[in-house]
């Protein structure tokens, strides 16, 4: 079982899960000793580090991501070259960068659901999402996903019909994966501004439903 816990990730809106894993909050200790030693040596400048920080907490995130879904929703011509070709069509929206060098987009329908791990280590589309959400990098959800994701899902609170085919993609160092979510029922008349607003970052790795 994935450990669950309440907190305030973003991922909460919907009422998601997380895992709380206790290695992760060891390394963010040793992550935390590491920096205090090489700043007191001069090694690292800490306006540095908090540049970087403030770039992956504000510049990027899901928010990017959730803008090149609602125009491959609202723009055919864009979305079959997202498909086709992913890391050029969200580069020319200006996503880039680490961990986007190479990046796939993949669509929900009625037929397929896709979900993305990173079974290794914790590969995610940075430029697109931002940072990984703690359970996406824990050994559970690695572990599980690809062996029982249906199981994995239901835990998320995401049941996948019988009919519909659950497909598990593993990121690398070389490929990262951008779910398109299938567009909600009723949204016909919306702005591509108004969709962004309902794209999660879950439902863009695919351990949620919009
Ligand atoms: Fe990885």
Known sequence: MLKKTSGSDDGHAQGHDHTHDPLEEGAALRVRALEEIVVAKGLVDPDALDSIVEYYER???????AAVIARAWTDPEFKDWLLNDGTAAI???????????????IENTDEVHNVVVCTLCSCYPWPVLGLAPAWYKSPAYRSRVVREPRAVLKEFGLE???????????????????IVPKRPAGTEKMSAEELAQMVTRDGMIGTAAL
């Open 160 to 178: 996948i019909p019988s009919a519909v085919q659950v497909r598990v993609w593993d990121s690398t160092a070389e490929v990262r994966y951008l």
């Open 91 to 105: 580069s020319s929206m200006g996503f880039s960068g680490v961990q986007g060098e190479h990046i796939r987009a």
């Open 59 to 65: 510049v990027t995130g899901p928010r990017n991501g």
